[in-house]
Every structure is written in structure tokens, then in C-alpha cells.
């Protein structure tokens, strides 16, 4: 990591906190992951060699399901945030 000045260490040492480097992406810390492989499996589902709708119809309730949580997420915290004027700090889903 680069920066224009010198990091104190705790700085440092929080930068470092709010970054995950692993060798697998995960579903709970990489939401578009989630919805990347969700897409991926209506569009095998919808595909000439499968035809399994069912499945596919699957997985849009489920992506709606989840737009609908984020949204009520990010909704709660901003009437949160208007009220108190701090950010909120989204948990990892799981």
C-alpha cells in the first residue's frame, strides 16, 4: 500500500482490519459474488441441454428476497442516520 505520508501504526494496523484477502471469494463478505452465481444457475436452469424453469423461477425469488432485505437494510439505516447523524455498520451476512 502507497500513501503520500507515513501511517502511524494503529492507522496501519486498520487499514490492514478492513481488508480480507483469502484465496476463495465468499458469499457473505462479496454480495455481487452471490448474485453473479445465482444468475449463473437460472441461466444453466433456462438453457436447451437442462430446461428446468422451475429452477430458474428459483433463483429470481431468491434474488428479490435479497434486494428486499438489503433495501430494508439500507432504509432502517438511513432513517437511523438522519436521526443521529452517524453511519451505520453493515453485519457480514450469513
Known sequence: MRTDRPLDEETAARLRRAFVIGP??????????GLIALSEVASRALSPGVNDPAR??????????????????LRQSRRCATRSFTSRRYPSRT
Open 24 to 33: 476463495d471469494r465468499q458469499f457473505d463478505r462479496d454480495p455481487r459474488f
Open 56 to 73: 430458474a423461477i428459483d433463483v429470481i425469488a431468491t434474488s428479490v428476497g435479497l434486494l428486499a432485505h438489503w433495501s430494508d437494510d
